[in-house]
Every structure is written in C-alpha cells, then in structure tokens.
C-alpha cells in the first residue's frame, strides 16, 4: 500500500523559511517522478515543483522560481520542498505526489497524494 506523508508545514513571517517533507512508503522512490502542488479555498490544485525519479531534473512554477528548492532522497524515501522568501500568497495546503513515467505539470496524471500540509504566511 502506497503511503505519501506530508510534514513540516505552519505558520511563518513574510520574509521566513519552511522546510516541507514528504516521507513514502510502499513505493520504490527511485522509479518515481514526484512533485508538489499546493492548493488554497476555491481554487483549483497549482503545481509548484517537480522532480524527476533519478533527481537529476527538476521544474519549477514561475511563482516561486528562485525561491522555492525540490530534492530527494532515494535512500531515506523522502522528497523536500525548501520554501524561502516566503510570501503571503504562498499560503496554501502543500501535497507532495508521485507518478510512474515522464514527468508532469498536471495533477490529473498523478498517481499517490499525500493528506497535505497547511502553509500559512504572515504579512
């Protein structure tokens, strides 16, 4: 059974940093192309960084471009989304993801979701 775990969201100053983690279970994370998305009242689910299985590409949403850093750890099955300069609109639930094959921008073909983890950002 497939298991994506979302950690490290709260509550943090404009300006601030957070570190979100996403711990899987019952997949190989090496064979997976992984991302986060995030997602916020009313509006539908935003990519906001991907991943490639072997880690060695990675896309970013303009929005957070330069600010925000995706990496994993294939040995610690755990994906990281490093979230600096941190602004208001960045509020949001953060998911991480994982899909089998090519990489993707579209939450449609992503295949496990984690629960998600709530970023809130203080003006």
């Known amino acids: 059974q497939v298991q994506l775990v979302e950690s490290g969201g709260g509550l943090v100053q404009a300006g601030g940093s957070l570190r979100l983690s996403c711990a899987a279970s019952?997949?190989?994370?090496?064979?997976?192309?992984m991302a986060w998305f995030r997602q916020t009242p009313g509006k539908e689910r935003e990519f906001v960084a991907r991943?490639?299985?072997?880690?060695?590409?990675?896309n970013y949403a303009d929005s957070v471009k330069g600010r925000f850093t995706i990496s994993k750890d294939n040995a610690k099955s755990t994906v990281y989304l490093q979230m600096n300069s941190l602004k208001p609109e960045d509020t949001a639930v953060y998911y991480c993801?994982?899909?089998w094959g090519g990489g993707s921008i579209w939450p449609g073909e992503y295949t496990y979701w984690g629960q998600g983890t709530q970023v809130t950002v203080s003006s």
């Open positions: 019952g997949l190989i994370l090496s064979n997976y192309n």
């Open positions: 993801a994982a899909r």
């Open positions: 991943i490639t299985n072997g880690g060695g590409v990675t």
